[in-house]
Nanobody
Framework: VQLQAYGGGLVQAGGSLRLSCAASGLTFSSYTMGWFRQAPGKEREFVAAISWNGAISKYGDSVAGRFTISRDNVKNTVYLQMNSLKPEDTAVYYC??????????????????????WGQGTLVTVSS
């Protein structure tokens, strides 16, 4: 299983970025997919997650209303559209996969230990 995250970079506050995570070696269309982030000196935190069919999505409180998660099960890719970026969004962003198929909101997990597979991370830096 391989999760390859990309799309990070340097952006000014108020700007936008779209992260992508390409998956291989797994039945992507069955997986709940999530995005997490880790800033220097801080614990890894939940950003967003989406169910296998895209019907259910969840967001961390700090990004709700600014970030949007989506997926393309044909391209085996999950996306994170980040708008109105703030300096506090600066972090390494990781995509992750949970093999359990989610049918209700409670099945879309937000804890790091619920996810079996992790990508290598992509750095997002937001300048003020």
């Amino acid at each position: 299983v391989q999760l390859q995250a990309y799309g990070g970079g340097l952006v000014q506050a108020g700007g936008s970025l779209r992260l992508s995570c390409a998956a291989s070696g797994l039945t992507f269309s069955s997986y709940t997919m999530g995005w997490f982030r880790q800033a220097p000196g801080k614990e890894r935190e939940f950003v967003a997650a989406i169910s296998w069919n895209g019907a259910i999505s969840k967001y961390g409180d700090s990004v709700a209303g600014r970030f949007t998660i989506s997926r393309d099960n044909v391209k085996n890719t999950v996306y994170l559209q980040m708008n109105s970026l703030k300096p506090e969004d600066t972090a390494v962003y990781y995509c992750a996969g949970d093999r359990r198929r989610a049918y209700v909101s409670e099945d879309v997990r937000t804890a790091t230990d619920e996810y079996m597979y992790w990508g290598q991370g992509t750095l997002v830096t937001v300048s003020s």
